[in-house]
């Protein structure tokens, strides 16, 4: 936790749970990204949190955005971006959106398919696009691989297509998948993208840009390799399948920049044992899967819980959120320690909750309020 966030809570008047988002540590994490990968554009993948304050902060900063969808646009368009450093990320837009976004300026979009192209074609005329190819993102704990890209080798004749439509067949894209924890993740996606620039190269079209997703991890409860790894590993990967034609890069950081810049503060509702004999003990929180813990589906992402009792000896806890649903269990396979000693009415800490968490909560679901966040 930074010093600015402990001063803010202690300070703190208001009740229920809340994200505290320090924007110190995106400026650090920006910096180290920009630094650690010098070469490579960032694009700041705009759903990971869309707080004003962010978005304006990485745009004096020189930051360029990936986004899904118009209300994206207009966010990233209000904290005094230009359209020249945007990106449609998004495969999956109605035609109207990319109308849209043409006229606000936007001339770069991600593509992963032929219809797609063709509303690009006739929506936003000689317009780059980038195809986006399929990664199976092991390695990853929120992997993004089923829903999006298509196979490398379909790839040339969906950009063929594109160029023939007057578009402009500007790249490859993926995403390996996010909180990835193998830094060699890359180098597959990689060495296919590097066929595919081959082969189109064969065919006539100069592909320029390699857009090499997110992925780069937040620092949860497991260790993570430190981002100069990822860096080491990316590099190497394009010297190896690129050898001196390296291409444009640009990285679209979203968990990586934000995550460990914010911290929810919780309240113990409820502690409560099932049987007379059991050790196993229930403990509800004010905040679950519905406030902005929705990445604990499955268990994937396991987020540091800290209390003031941490010294104390532990005991098995199954973590749930307050409402009325049985999704909204946060971790039972593998319970989770907690101090014997915790009381109902304490204050918990969620580490490392920068990261799709006000994007994540409800609107109001069993009437309680979405995740408040405070970014200071
Ligand atoms: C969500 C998303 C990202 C950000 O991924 P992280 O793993 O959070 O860095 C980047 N690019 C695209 C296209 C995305 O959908």
Known sequence: MTARIREFLKNRTDEGPCLVLDL????????????????????????????????????????????????????????????????????????????????????????????????????????????????????????????????????????????????VAHGISFHVGSQQHNVEAWDRALASAASVFKVCAERGINLAMVNLGGGFPAKYIRKTPKLESYGKAIFRALRKHFGNAIPNTIIEP??????????????????????REDDLRWVYLDIGKFHGLAETIDESIRYPIKTTKDKDETGPCVVAGPTCDSVDVLYQKTPYPLPVSLAIGDKVLIEAAGAYTTTYSSVGFNGYPPLRQYVI
């Not at 968990?255 to 911290?263: D, F, I, S």
Request: charged share 25%; aromatic share 8%.
């Open 254 to 275: 979203g968990r990586g920049l934000v995550g460990n810049a914010g911290m929810i503060e919780a309240e113990v509702v409820l502690i409560a044992k099932r049987n």
């Open 24 to 167: 110190d540590v995106v400026r650090d994490n920006y910096t180290a990204f920009a630094r650690t990968l010098p070469d490579t554009k960032v694009y700041y993948a705009v759903k990971a949190n869309p707080a004003p304050e962010i978005l304006k902060l990485l745009t004096t900063m020189g930051s360029c955005f990936d986004v899904a969808s118009i209300g994206e646009i207009d966010m990233v368009f209000a904290a005094g971006c230009t359209a020249d450093r945007i990106s449609y990320g998004n495969p999956i837009k109605k035609e109207s959106e990319i109308a849209t976004a043409y006229k606000a300026g936007i001339t770069l979009y991600a593509v992963d398919c032929e219809a797609e192209v063709e509303k690009v074609a006739r929506a936003a005329p000689g317009s780059r696009v980038i195809c986006r190819i399929h990664c199976d993102g092991t390695g990853a704990e929120w992997p993004l691989s089923r829903k999006f890209g298509c196979e490398p080798d379909y790839a040339v004749d969906i950009l063929e297509h594109a160029h023939r439509l007057g578009l």
